[in-house]
C-alpha cells in the first residue's frame, strides 16, 4: 500500500477544510486535503448567501459574486411581516468553494480529488481510497474533519448524531430583478422555512423542514407546492433549471475535538441550527483549526489542539445555545404557531428578547 506523511490531513476541501489548509500552511506546516468528489464545490448544495463581511476576510479572485443583497423580507402565512437590512452577496458556490481550495493551493497545500477517507487505522493514519481504485495511506499529525453534515469521521470517534433536516432546493427563472431574500413560513412547513433567493436573473427556491409522523410529506412534495404558490404570484417563472437535496446540521457539538482529530464545518454542526446559515462558521472555524493545528505542531504540544475548542466555542456558542433551544421550540411546540413563530425567526425582535 502506499504511503504519505503529512503534518495536517484535511478531509473535505469546502469552505471549513480549504480555509482550515489555507491557513495551517500560512503557518508553516505542511497540509494534504482529500475531496471525494471528482471536482470541488461540485454538485452545489446551498442556497449560494453569504454575509457582505466575509469578504473582509477572503483575498481571493471574486469571480464567484453574482449580485448584491439589501436585506430579508419574511413572510408568515403568506403576509410579508417584516422586512430588515442584511447586507449579503448571491454568489455562484460552485467558483467559491474553488477559489478557496486554488488559495490553499498556491500556499503550499496539497489537493487529491475523487479521493474518499474510508478508516481510521490508527489515531494518526487514515486509509485512503483514490477514484475507487487504489489505497492509500496517510500518516498525520492532525485530522481535520471537514466531510460535511453526514460527516463519516465522527462515526470514527463515536461523535454524537447532528438531527440533521432534509432540505430540497430547485432554480427558476426570475420575471424581474431582485435584491432582497424572501423566507416564508406557515404550519406545512414543520418547523422549517421556504425561501426565495435571487441570484441574477434566476432565484433559488428551496424548503427545509422537520419530518416526523404528523408531518411526513417528502422534502419534494412540500417543494412543490410552494412551487406552485409561487408560480400562482408571478414570482418565478417556467420550469426548473436545477434540481438539488441535502442535508442541514441542526444541532451544534459541544465537543470538536477528538484526540488530534478537529471537527469543522457542517461537520462541527457549525451551522446556524434556525437560520441553516454556516459559510462565515466554516470559513471562521475553519481558520482557527488550522492555525491552532500549526501552532501545536510547531510547538510538538498537542494539547494545544483543546484551544480549537475554546476559540470556536468563544466566538459562536452563544448564539448556537439560543438558536438551538428556539429550534427545539418550534419542533415540540408548533401546533402553537402563531404564538411562538416570531420568537423562533432571526429577523423579529422576539427572537433576540428570548
Not at 409561487?230 to 442541514?248: C, F, T, V, Y
Not at 402553537?336 to 425567526?345: E, G, L, P, R, Y
Request: hydrophobic letters at 40%; glycine letters at 8%; one cysteine or more.
Amino acid at each position: 500500500m502506499e504511503q504519505f506523511r503529512t503534518d495536517v490531513l484535511i478531509i473535505g476541501a469546502g469552505p471549513a477544510g480549504s480555509s482550515a489548509a489555507l491557513w495551517a500552511c500560512r503557518n508553516g506546516v505542511d497540509a494534504l486535503m482529500v475531496e471525494q468528489r471528482k471536482k470541488v464545490g461540485v454538485p452545489v448544495q446551498c442556497a449560494e448567501f453569504i454575509p457582505a463581511m466575509l469578504l473582509k476576510d477572503l483575498d481571493q479572485e471574486r469571480a464567484f459574486i453574482v449580485q448584491k443583497i439589501k436585506g430579508m423580507r419574511t413572510y408568515i402565512n403568506g403576509k410579508m411581516e417584516k422586512e430588515i437590512q442584511t447586507p449579503g452577496l448571491m454568489i455562484k458556490r460552485d467558483l467559491f468553494d474553488q477559489a478557496l481550495a486554488e488559495s490553499a493551493k498556491k500556499s503550499g497545500a496539497i489537493l487529491f480529488t475523487g479521493t474518499k477517507a474510508v478508516a481510521l487505522s490508527d489515531q494518526r493514519s487514515v486509509l485512503l481510497k483514490r477514484e475507487g481504485k487504489h489505497d492509500l495511506e496517510v500518516h498525520a499529525k492532525v485530522i481535520v474533519a471537514a466531510d460535511g453534515p453526514l460527516s463519516q469521521v465522527r462515526t470514527w470517534v463515536n461523535a454524537p448524531r447532528q438531527n440533521p433536516l432534509p432540505a430540497v432546493q430547485m432554480s427558476f427563472s426570475l420575471p424581474s430583478a431582485s435584491d432582497f431574500t424572501e423566507v416564508f413560513f406557515d404550519r406545512t412547513i414543520h418547523a422549517g422555512y421556504a425561501w426565495l433567493f435571487p441570484k441574477g436573473d434566476i432565484a433559488n427556491v428551496g424548503v427545509g423542514f422537520r419530518k416526523n409522523n404528523r408531518f411526513p410529506q417528502s422534502p419534494g412534495k412540500l417543494l412543490g407546492q410552494f412551487v406552485s404558490q409561487l408560480k400562482d404570484q408571478g414570482k418565478i417563472l417556467g420550469e426548473s433549471l436545477s434540481h438539488r437535496a441535502g442535508w442541514i446540521p441542526a444541532e451544534p457539538i459541544r465537543k470538536a475535538v477528538y484526540g488530534n482529530i478537529l471537527f469543522v464545518g457542517d461537520a462541527a454542526g457549525q451551522t446556524h441550527p434556525i437560520t441553516g446559515a454556516g459559510i462565515f462558521s466554516a470559513v471562521t472555524c475553519g481558520t482557527m483549526a488550522g492555525e491552532v493545528a500549526a501552532r501545536a505542531i510547531r510547538k510538538n504540544d498537542f494539547s494545544q489542539l483543546m484551544d480549537y475548542d475554546h476559540e470556536w466555542q468563544e466566538m459562536f456558542e452563544r448564539t448556537q445555545t439560543h438558536a438551538h433551544l428556539c429550534r427545539r421550540k418550534m419542533e415540540t411546540q408548533w401546533d402553537n404557531f402563531d404564538q411562538i413563530i416570531k420568537s423562533c425567526w432571526v429577523a423579529f425582535g422576539a427572537y433576540h428578547a428570548g
